[in-house]
Protein backbone atom coordinates (compact mmCIF):
# COMPACT_ATOMS: atom_id res chain seq x y z
CA UNK A 1 0.00 0.00 0.00
CA UNK A 2 1.26 3.41 -0.52
CA UNK A 3 2.99 5.13 2.67
CA UNK A 4 4.84 8.08 3.19
CA UNK A 5 6.76 7.93 6.15
CA UNK A 6 8.63 11.48 7.36
CA UNK A 7 11.58 11.24 9.55
CA UNK A 8 11.50 12.36 13.28
CA UNK A 9 11.11 15.64 15.36
CA UNK A 10 13.27 18.45 15.79
CA UNK A 11 14.35 21.08 17.78
CA UNK A 12 15.82 24.09 16.26
CA UNK A 13 17.45 27.59 17.19
CA UNK A 14 16.33 30.40 15.24
CA UNK A 15 18.69 31.37 12.35
CA UNK A 16 19.19 27.09 11.81
CA UNK A 17 18.28 25.21 9.18
CA UNK A 18 16.04 21.70 9.33
CA UNK A 19 15.36 19.18 6.08
CA UNK A 20 12.34 16.92 6.63
CA UNK A 21 12.57 13.78 4.98
CA UNK A 22 9.57 11.70 3.07
CA UNK A 23 9.76 8.06 2.52
CA UNK A 24 7.85 6.72 -0.12
CA UNK A 25 6.89 3.19 -0.73
CA UNK A 26 4.03 0.97 -2.50
CA UNK A 27 4.09 3.09 -5.59
CA UNK A 28 6.22 4.83 -8.70
CA UNK A 29 7.78 6.96 -7.28
CA UNK A 30 8.04 9.22 -10.07
CA UNK A 31 4.85 8.63 -11.47
CA UNK A 32 3.28 11.43 -8.97
CA UNK A 33 4.58 14.67 -7.53
CA UNK A 34 5.41 15.77 -3.72
CA UNK A 35 3.70 18.93 -1.89
CA UNK A 36 4.61 20.53 1.32
CA UNK A 37 1.95 21.57 3.78
CA UNK A 38 2.64 22.62 7.26
CA UNK A 39 0.73 23.15 10.03
CA UNK A 40 1.18 25.78 13.30
CA UNK A 41 0.09 25.08 16.51
CA UNK A 42 -4.07 25.52 16.80
CA UNK A 43 -3.94 26.73 13.26
CA UNK A 44 -5.10 25.39 9.55
CA UNK A 45 -3.16 24.03 6.95
CA UNK A 46 -0.38 26.10 5.11
CA UNK A 47 1.00 25.20 1.44
CA UNK A 48 4.63 25.15 1.03
CA UNK A 49 5.42 23.98 -2.45
CA UNK A 50 5.82 21.37 -4.62
CA UNK A 51 8.09 19.26 -6.38
CA UNK A 52 8.53 17.22 -9.52
CA UNK A 53 9.69 13.58 -8.60
CA UNK A 54 10.17 13.64 -12.52
CA UNK A 55 11.97 16.43 -13.64
CA UNK A 56 13.36 18.08 -10.43
CA UNK A 57 11.22 20.74 -11.10
CA UNK A 58 9.76 23.12 -7.75
CA UNK A 59 7.22 26.01 -7.59
CA UNK A 60 7.17 27.61 -4.00
CA UNK A 61 4.27 29.44 -2.34
CA UNK A 62 5.84 32.95 -2.36
CA UNK A 63 5.87 33.30 1.16
CA UNK A 64 8.95 31.27 1.35
CA UNK A 65 11.23 31.77 -2.47
CA UNK A 66 14.45 32.33 -1.03
CA UNK A 67 14.40 30.62 2.38
CA UNK A 68 12.90 26.93 1.35
CA UNK A 69 14.74 24.32 -1.11
CA UNK A 70 12.88 21.10 -2.14
CA UNK A 71 14.45 17.81 -3.88
CA UNK A 72 14.00 14.36 -4.67
CA UNK A 73 15.85 11.25 -4.87
CA UNK A 74 14.45 8.71 -7.49
CA UNK A 75 16.95 5.90 -6.32
CA UNK A 76 15.78 6.02 -2.65
CA UNK A 77 12.24 6.95 -3.23
CA UNK A 78 12.62 10.18 -0.65
CA UNK A 79 11.54 13.82 -0.79
CA UNK A 80 13.20 16.67 1.19
CA UNK A 81 12.28 19.69 2.22
CA UNK A 82 14.63 22.12 3.68
CA UNK A 83 13.82 25.14 5.10
CA UNK A 84 16.50 27.84 6.33
CA UNK A 85 16.61 30.84 8.43
CA UNK A 86 14.39 29.57 10.63
CA UNK A 87 11.99 31.64 13.03
CA UNK A 88 9.75 31.11 15.54
CA UNK A 89 6.67 31.71 13.81
CA UNK A 90 8.03 27.82 11.46
CA UNK A 91 7.34 26.08 14.86
CA UNK A 92 4.94 23.84 13.00
CA UNK A 93 3.75 20.37 11.95
CA UNK A 94 5.31 19.59 8.60
CA UNK A 95 3.50 17.44 6.08
CA UNK A 96 4.47 15.61 3.03
CA UNK A 97 1.54 14.24 0.23
CA UNK A 98 1.67 12.91 -2.74
CA UNK A 99 -0.19 14.94 -5.95
CA UNK A 100 -1.82 12.93 -8.35
CA UNK A 101 -2.34 14.44 -12.02
CA UNK A 102 -5.68 16.30 -11.40
CA UNK A 103 -3.66 17.72 -8.93
CA UNK A 104 -5.12 16.59 -5.51
CA UNK A 105 -2.68 15.29 -2.43
CA UNK A 106 -4.60 11.68 -2.05
CA UNK A 107 -1.68 10.09 0.46
CA UNK A 108 -0.08 12.26 3.26
CA UNK A 109 3.08 11.38 5.60
CA UNK A 110 2.38 11.18 9.29
CA UNK A 111 3.44 14.46 9.82
CA UNK A 112 6.71 16.16 11.50
CA UNK A 113 6.97 18.25 14.38
CA UNK A 114 9.78 21.03 13.97
CA UNK A 115 10.16 23.47 17.53
CA UNK A 116 12.03 26.70 16.54
CA UNK A 117 13.15 28.10 20.15
CA UNK A 118 15.98 30.29 21.34
CA UNK B 1 -8.02 33.94 -1.35
CA UNK B 2 -10.05 30.97 0.04
CA UNK B 3 -12.76 31.17 2.19
CA UNK B 4 -15.51 28.77 4.60
CA UNK B 5 -18.17 29.32 6.29
CA UNK B 6 -19.20 28.52 8.90
CA UNK B 7 -16.04 28.20 10.64
CA UNK B 8 -17.89 26.38 12.99
CA UNK B 9 -20.44 23.79 12.63
CA UNK B 10 -22.14 21.76 15.09
CA UNK B 11 -23.94 18.60 14.09
CA UNK B 12 -26.00 16.16 14.94
CA UNK B 13 -25.71 12.01 14.20
CA UNK B 14 -27.76 11.04 11.27
CA UNK B 15 -29.20 14.48 10.12
CA UNK B 16 -27.46 16.22 7.03
CA UNK B 17 -24.95 18.85 7.36
CA UNK B 18 -23.32 21.66 4.76
CA UNK B 19 -20.28 23.40 4.28
CA UNK B 20 -19.16 26.10 1.95
CA UNK B 21 -16.30 27.20 0.33
CA UNK B 22 -15.85 30.38 -2.25
CA UNK B 23 -12.68 31.47 -4.24
CA UNK B 24 -12.10 35.03 -4.62
CA UNK B 25 -11.13 34.04 -8.51
CA UNK B 26 -12.54 30.96 -10.81
CA UNK B 27 -11.02 27.79 -10.41
CA UNK B 28 -12.59 26.27 -13.72
CA UNK B 29 -9.38 25.30 -15.82
CA UNK B 30 -9.49 25.50 -19.79
CA UNK B 31 -10.33 21.72 -19.61
CA UNK B 32 -13.49 22.86 -17.87
CA UNK B 33 -12.69 21.13 -14.72
CA UNK B 34 -13.03 23.04 -11.29
CA UNK B 35 -9.93 22.32 -9.56
CA UNK B 36 -11.10 22.28 -6.06
CA UNK B 37 -10.53 19.68 -3.41
CA UNK B 38 -11.65 19.08 0.13
CA UNK B 39 -9.92 17.55 2.99
CA UNK B 40 -11.18 15.90 6.15
CA UNK B 41 -8.34 16.49 9.36
CA UNK B 42 -9.71 14.44 12.14
CA UNK B 43 -8.32 15.63 15.57
CA UNK B 44 -4.36 14.35 15.90
CA UNK B 45 -4.21 12.56 12.44
CA UNK B 46 -3.23 13.97 8.82
CA UNK B 47 -5.36 15.39 6.42
CA UNK B 48 -7.32 13.12 4.09
CA UNK B 49 -8.56 13.12 1.04
CA UNK B 50 -12.33 13.54 0.22
CA UNK B 51 -13.35 15.09 -2.87
CA UNK B 52 -11.85 16.47 -6.08
CA UNK B 53 -12.06 18.15 -9.03
CA UNK B 54 -14.69 19.81 -6.97
CA UNK B 55 -17.34 16.61 -6.89
CA UNK B 56 -15.18 13.71 -7.54
CA UNK B 57 -14.83 11.48 -4.35
CA UNK B 58 -11.75 9.55 -3.78
CA UNK B 59 -11.36 6.38 -3.10
CA UNK B 60 -12.50 5.08 -0.04
CA UNK B 61 -14.75 7.79 0.69
CA UNK B 62 -18.55 7.27 1.84
CA UNK B 63 -21.28 8.19 -0.64
CA UNK B 64 -22.74 10.00 1.99
CA UNK B 65 -20.19 12.28 1.20
CA UNK B 66 -20.74 14.33 -2.07
CA UNK B 67 -19.08 18.40 -3.23
CA UNK B 68 -20.87 20.40 -5.81
CA UNK B 69 -20.33 23.68 -7.40
CA UNK B 70 -18.44 25.82 -9.85
CA UNK B 71 -16.27 28.66 -10.52
CA UNK B 72 -16.04 30.72 -7.40
CA UNK B 73 -18.75 29.01 -5.07
CA UNK B 74 -18.27 25.17 -3.80
CA UNK B 75 -20.25 22.85 -1.83
CA UNK B 76 -19.80 19.99 0.72
CA UNK B 77 -22.83 18.00 1.61
CA UNK B 78 -22.78 14.83 4.54
CA UNK B 79 -26.21 13.19 3.92
CA UNK B 80 -26.33 11.69 7.25
CA UNK B 81 -23.78 12.40 9.43
CA UNK B 82 -21.58 10.13 11.48
CA UNK B 83 -19.62 9.99 14.39
CA UNK B 84 -16.14 9.22 13.04
CA UNK B 85 -17.07 12.59 10.83
CA UNK B 86 -16.15 15.61 13.28
CA UNK B 87 -13.11 17.27 12.61
CA UNK B 88 -11.56 20.54 10.37
CA UNK B 89 -13.07 20.34 6.79
CA UNK B 90 -11.13 21.90 4.59
CA UNK B 91 -11.02 23.37 0.73
CA UNK B 92 -8.34 23.90 -0.98
CA UNK B 93 -7.38 25.29 -4.75
CA UNK B 94 -5.69 23.26 -6.84
CA UNK B 95 -6.16 25.98 -10.14
CA UNK B 96 -3.25 28.33 -9.32
CA UNK B 97 -0.87 27.45 -6.09
CA UNK B 98 -2.17 25.46 -3.56
CA UNK B 99 -4.27 27.71 -1.13
CA UNK B 100 -6.01 26.28 1.80
CA UNK B 101 -9.44 27.82 3.47
CA UNK B 102 -9.47 28.33 7.24
CA UNK B 103 -11.51 25.44 7.51
CA UNK B 104 -14.78 24.38 9.09
CA UNK B 105 -14.36 22.47 12.57
CA UNK B 106 -17.46 20.27 12.42
CA UNK B 107 -18.33 19.00 16.19
CA UNK B 108 -21.24 16.39 17.05
Known amino acids: QVQLLQSGPEVKKIGASVRVSCKTS????????INWVRQAPGEGLEWIGW????????KYAQKFQGRVTMTTDASTSTAYMELRGLRSDDTAVYFC???????????WGQGTLITVSS | VMTQSPLSLAVTPGEPASMSCMSS???????????LDWYLQRPGQSPQLLIY???TRAAGVPDRFSGSGSGTSFTLKISSVEADDVGVYYC????????FGPGTKVEI
Open chain 2, 25 to 35: QSLVNINGYNY
Open chain 1, 97 to 107: AREKVVRCLDH
Open chain 2, 92 to 99: MEALQNRT
Open chain 1, 26 to 33: GYSFTTYG
Open chain 2, 53 to 55: LAS
Open chain 1, 51 to 58: SSTYNGDT
